[in-house]
Structures are given as structure tokens and as C-alpha cells.
């Protein structure tokens, strides 16, 4: 994990607009962007679709309750 | 075709939550079903029991919390089958919860998530496909002025304002600009079939352009960031369009009759990502589209030919620019291409007019006091503009932004209303378009210190007050009061759009999410979020009212007394242009400079 991420405080949204024919190829799409984009544990959180594609909020969770948060471990905490 | 009645068990399969259930039943008993209703937090043995009791025909399970979902629902479906019901009961699920996949995966028939409407699970019951409503088919284009007479209850005003007219008109008379000449020039060169007079009339033109244009037509090189499309790219937007027709049903934004029509504003610089998110905002709900042209072609004289992309704000008008974005609309989509300041504005009209836009936008005062073309240059060429308008039969709105550089509104309404009642001479169709949003002046003074409610319904109110004219609220509504947070830009946006609508007008132009952010061009996503803000606001408030304070009732004395009396210094100066000129309609001191783009260009005939 970068150093970045570790001090994303629980998930990460990616919001944008993914051109596909249906809302099954927005979600795969979606999954997809995510995987390409490093995220392990993604989800989508809402998806649109209409005519020219999908509006999507796509999420990438860096932290889950219960995990071991790396920024409550920051050196000048 | 007669509908078999069936026989159908609605359970939630949840702690407490059952309103999704409640509301399928309404319509399942609507359409004559039999329903039993089982209350929240029975077993799936319980459910199973009741259906097996009753020997019913469906199943309609609800679930909404997501904790354990797809444990309990297997086991629901797993005793289904071990009861031997599953073989003859149709099972359907929905719910917050519930997703497609995660439905056909448990084994059930039927998996509704968020969003599913009634008409849907009523379809499911009685085994037919759900057809969506194909609201491409119930939107046509609204004509913002049929239902107005442009009868002035204020007859001083009106005395004033055609007073002034009668001067712009006799002040243009027998004057020109190249401008003028162009757009001529221009519209023998589009009915001509004869190749040999067009090049002629090509050599006519270039000679009345600026030197950037003029190289275009001498050896065709474009203005740097400027590039032609190519033939691949061209036929490629053919091909991504015909798809995509396909599959447009558009929403719709309004709720309540009363709603008004909503506009947004695109210029990427490329026509063909213009089309890109004309056509993401129509299927959102859009009901009309602006053009933007970029600056620069404002301030320079003459048009390019082609289809050109840019690398900047603002998409360059060609007839074969505007032609494509023509064709790529929708037939219900409004579309208007601006005029309303620089030195091409009657060239833009005329192609407005043949390409078949059905509105344009005209103002002199603004043009010339917060656009930077010269008031005389403008007055000559919106004359000529207002004309082809009227030959068209193309609307325009008569913008007001000159606010933004801080004429107070009283004074911006003046010029808008000359503007008004000088189309109305020149039997055109004028829209009157306040802004509405947090200009500097109210910044200066006040007047929304406390809410941004009262101002803008006091402009509203003002202006119904002098005249019966359609009202359109630009642009983009709550300028100004939009962060480049998406969420409180949307919701900003909202509010304005709610308030417009309670108010009654007939338009509203509205910004993306992006409208504060200044970094780079707007994306497509931030266009959807408005859009969908837009149309949840029309939700929430439906007929519902919202009451000014006493304020707004003082302020719209104030500001069609300041009308009356800037016409009056405007009428008694004698000379329109130069009234511009010398800041009656919005003074230096006040943020208004008569614009020097086309001075000395205007010659008599």
C-alpha cells in the first residue's frame, strides 16, 4: 500500500460516467476500472444508466472496522 | 387482452420494513389480485405456512436490511423447495437489499432492487414483460411564448420604451457593418448551386473579415488550437449515434405541470463531445441545449467553414459545426445558439435560422456593456439579427448579465426591455431573461444577506408587473452561489431551479456541478448531477409554495421605479447608443465599459 492510501481514512469513490450499452456492462465496467486501478475490495455504490452510458460512484475500501488502521499508527501522532 | 387473477402472499422478510410491500399490494388489489399482506418479522417457516395455506400463485418477498441477506434468503428459497411449493409458486424478491444478480443466483424468479417501480412487480405478478415507459414519445418541443400577449400593464413604461425604439430605429437606418454585409453575403453563398459564384462570393466575404479568417480563406489554415475533423472521426460519430439512438429514453425532469423547461449550456470547444453530453443530458431530462461560442470568435470578424474542434472553450460556429450538433439532437430537444454580443451576430442568426435552431439570444446593452462589442457596432448588427429572428420565427431571450459586472438589476431590466419592445417593432418574440442568482450587486447592498428567496422573486414579480412576456431565469441560475463541491453545487442549483418553478416562469438554464471549478472542462458526470438534483427538487416541492418575506415586495416597487426612471434618462438623452455610451444603462463606476470590439466599423449606406 502506498503512503497515500494508508492515510485514506476508510474508502476511496471514483465518480465518473462509463460509456456501455446496459447497466450489466456499466457494473462490469466499473469492477473492472477498479481492479485496473489496484483496488482489491471494490464495490459499487450507485449506478445510472441511460442512452449514451452509466453514471457511476464506484467505491474502493481501504479500511474496513475491525481492520488495523495504518494513519492511527502515523509517527507524529 | 384479460389478465388471469391470481392469488398473492407479500412477506418482508425483515425486522420492520414493509412500505415497498404496502405499495405493491395498493396495486396489485387496483388491478383485482387477491393479496394477503403478512405484518414484518415472520419466519420463513411462517411465510411458507400462509403460502401453503392459502395455495397461493406468487410470492413477493421484501428485504431491506442487507445483514445476512443472502443466508436468509437461500434458506427462504431452500425451504420453498423442501415444502414442494417451489415447483408451483412463482417467488420474487425486492428491496433495498437486493440486486438482479443476487436474486437469480438464490434461485428466485424475480429480483427487484432499489428504484423498481409498481407497474413492475404488478407485470411480474401477472407474468408479462415490463415495458418502461417510452417518455421519448410524450416529450415535444414547448413554444415558451405561445401563451403570451406582450400586453404592457405599465403604460408609462411602454410610452418610454417606444419612444426609445422609435430612435434606435431611425438611427439605423441606411447604416451598415461588415457584419451586416457578411451575414448577406453569407446566405447567398448557402442558396447558391453555382460553384463559380460561391467562390466569388467566398472572395466577397473574406474581404470584410478579420485577418485570422481571412488566411482561412486564402490558403486554409485555421487559427492555432483550431483543427479540422477528420472524414474517420465523422463517419465514426455517425456510426456511435445511430447506436445510440437505439437505446435514448429519456427521463423527464418535471413533476408538477407547473414546472418550468430546463436548459443547460454546453462548449466544450469540440462539437463532437458537445454531442457527447447533449445527449447524456437529454436522457437525464434536459429539455433544451445552448451553444457556446468561444470568445475570441466574438471579438473577430467573420466565420471559419467545416467541421472544426478546439482546443478551448466555447465551440466554433460553422454551418457544418452547428449542422451536426442540429442532427444529433433529439426531435423534442429546444436547441438555442446565442447572438447576444460580438461581430458576427447577425451571420449567427441567419445560420441559426437555416440550420433550425428554434431559439437564438440577442441584448444589446449587454453585449455592448459586459460583452465588449461596441454599443453602436451591436446596435446596427442586433437590428439585422432581431430581423432574421423574426424571419425564422425564432424566440430570443434577452439576457441580463450585465449584472455580473455589476449594473444593478433595475437598470439591466431597462436595457432588456428596450431590447424587448425593439423585437416586438420588428416582429420578433422576445423572452425576458432575469438573472437569478447572487449578483454583485446584492452582494454590495444586501438584499441577501439573510436568504437568496426574496431578491430574485422580487425581479420576478417586478417585471410581471410592467408586461405579459415569458420568463426565462438564466443563467445558469445561482451563479455565484455554487462552491466546486458537487453536492452543494447540486443542491444550490436545486434550490434555485425550486424557486424559479414556485415563481412560475416558463425557463431556467442551469449550471453542472463543475459551475465554480475553473481548472479544466466540465465532465459529463457533473452535468448528470445536477440534472438528477434538478428533477428531486421538482419532487420534493410539487405544487407546494415558497413565501418571500415583506422584503421582496418592497424591493420589486424599487426596482420597477429605477426601471422607469433610467428609461426616463435614457428617452430624455435622445440617442440610444449614446446612452450606452455614456453609462445610463450601467455606468463604468457601476462595472459596465462600452465594449471598443468593432468600433469605427459601423458606415453609412
Known amino acids: 500500500m502506498s503512503g497515500a492510501l494508508e492515510r485514506v481514512m476508510d474508502a476511496v469513490d471514483i465518480e465518473t460516467f462509463l460509456v456501455c450499452d446496459d447497466e450489466e456492462e456499466g457494473k462490469r465496467l466499473s469492477l473492472q476500472l477498479m481492479n485496473e486501478l489496484g483496488f482489491k475490495d471494490a464495490s459499487i455504490v450507485f449506478i445510472q444508466h441511460q442512452g449514451p452510458g452509466a453514471r457511476v460512484r464506484i467505491r474502493g475500501y481501504i479500511y474496513k472496522p475491525g481492520d488495523s488502521y495504518a494513519w492511527l499508527f502515523k509517527k507524529d501522532n | ?605
Not at chain 2, 437489499?97 to 436474486?103: G, S, T, V
Not at chain 2, 441567419?350 to 461596441?374: E, H
Open chain 2, 1 to 605: 387482452m384479460t389478465v388471469q387473477k391470481k392469488k398473492v402472499l407479500l412477506a418482508p422478510l425483515d425486522p420492520v420494513h414493509d412500505i415497498g410491500l404496502k405499495m405493491i399490494k395498493r396495486g396489485l388489489d387496483q388491478a383485482e389480485h387477491d393479496t394477503i399482506l403478512l405484518p414484518p418479522d415472520y419466519s420463513p417457516e411462517e411465510i411458507i405456512k400462509t403460502a401453503m395455506d392459502n395455495d397461493v400463485d406468487v410470492i413477493l418477498i421484501s428485504r431491506t436490511l442487507g445483514y445476512r441477506v443472502a443466508e436468509i434468503l437461500g434458506s427462504f428459497i431452500d425451504l420453498a423447495e423442501a415444502s414442494g411449493i417451489r415447483e408451483r409458486v412463482r417467488i420474487g424478491i425486492g428491496g433495498m437489499a437486493i440486486r438482479p444478480e443476487l436474486a437469480a443466483e438464490l434461485g428466485f424468479d424475480a429480483g427487484f432492487g432499489p428504484g423498481t417501480t409498481v407497474e413492475e412487480a404488478v407485470a411480474f405478478v401477472e407474468g408479462r414483460e415490463y415495458v418502461k415507459e417510452d417518455v421519448s414519445r410524450s416529450k415535444f418541443k414547448k413554444d415558451m411564448t405561445e401563451k403570451y400577449d406582450y400586453t404592457f400593464k405599465n403604460k408609462r413604461i411602454e410610452n418610454l420604451l417606444n419612444a426609445i425604439v422609435d430612435g434606435i430605429i431611425d438611427y439605423v437606418k441606411n447604416k451598415t457593418t461588415p457584419g451586416v454585409e457578411r451575414a448577406k453575403i453569407r446566405e447567398r453563398m448557402l442558396e447558391s448551386t453555382d460553384e463559380t459564384e460561391v467562390l466569388k462570393l467566398k472572395k466577397e466575404y473574406a474581404r470584410l473579415c478579420d485577418n485570422v479568417v481571412k488566411v482561412y480563406y486564402d490558403s486554409g489554415a485555421l487559427k492555432e488550437k483550431t483543427r479540422h475533423l477528420t472524414a474517420e472521426e465523422l463517419k465514426a460519430l455517425e456510426t456511435y449515434l445511430e447506436k445510440l439512438k437505439l437505446r435514448i429514453n429519456p427521463l423527464k425532469l418535471q413533476h408538477a405541470d407547473k414546472n418550468p423547461m430546463v436548459f443547460i449550456q454546453y462548449g466544450t470547444g469540440c462539437p463532437f463531445m458537445d454531442i457527447a453530453h447533449i445527449k447524456t443530458c437529454e436522457a437525464w431530462g434536459a429539455d433544451g441545449v445552448v451553444h457556446f461560442d468561444p470568445s475570441w470568435g466574438a471579438r473577430t470578424e467573420g466565420f471559419f467553414e467545416g467541421y472544426i474542434t478546439h482546443e478551448e472553450d466555447g465551440s466554433v460556429i460553422t454551418y457544418e459545426n452547428l449542422r451536426i450538433i442540429k442532427d444529433a439532437l433529439m426531435p423534442s430537444t429546444l436547441w438555442q445558439v446565442r447572438a447576444h454580443r460580438g461581430l458576427n451576430t447577425p451571420e449567427t442568426v441567419l445560420l441559426a435560422g437555416k440550420v433550425g435552431a428554434d431559439l437564438t439570444k440577442i441584448n444589446i446593452a449587454y453585449g455592448s456593456l459586459g460583452g465588449g462589442t461596441d454599443p453602436e457596432r451591436l446596435t446596427v448588427d442586433a437590428v439585422a439579427a432581431i430581423k432574421y429572428a423574426a424571419r425564422f420565427d425564432m424566440p430570443f431571450d434577452v439576457v441580463t448579465n450585465e449584472e455580473l459586472c455589476g449594473v444593478p438589476a433595475h437598470k439591466a431590466f431597462a436595457g432588456m426591455l428596450i431590447v424587448t419592445m425593439l423585437g416586438l417593432r420588428l416582429g420578433a418574440k422576445p423572452i425576458l431573461q432575469p438573472l437569478f442568482c447572487y449578483s454583485p450587486e446584492v452582494m454590495i447592498s444586501g438584499q441577501m444577506r439573510d436568504n437568496y428567496v426574496d431578491f430574485n422573486a422580487a425581479k420576478i414579480s417586478a417585471l410581471r408587473s410592467i408586461l405579459n412576456a415569458p420568463i426565462w431565469c438564466g443563467a445558469p441560475i445561482g451563479f455565484l452561489t455554487q462552491t466546486e463541491d458537487r453536492v452543494q453545487s447540486s443542491l444550490s442549483t436545486a434550490l434555485h431551479a425550486s424557486l424559479a418553478s414556485v415563481l412560475g416562469v416558463d425557463g431556467i438554464s442551469i449550471a453542472s456541478a463543475d459551475e465554480a471549478y475553473s481548472g479544466g472542462p466540465i465532465s459529463v458526470a457533473a452535468r448528470i448531477d445536477t440534472l438528477r438534483a434538478t428533477q428531486s427538487a421538482f419532487r420534493f416541492f410539487g405544487h407546494a409554495e415558497i413565501t418571500p418575506t415583506r422584503n421582496s415586495e418592497i424591493w420589486a416597487s424599487q426596482i420597477v421605479e429605477g426601471i422607469e426612471s433610467t428609461l426616463d434618462s435614457v428617452a430624455k438623452n435622445g440617442n440610444f447608443v449614446d446612452a450606452l455610451y455614456r453609462g445610463l444603462l450601467g455606468s463604468r463606476g457601476e462595472g459596465a465599459y462600452p465594449g471598443r470590439a468593432g468600433r469605427g466599423t459601423v458606415t453609412s449606406l
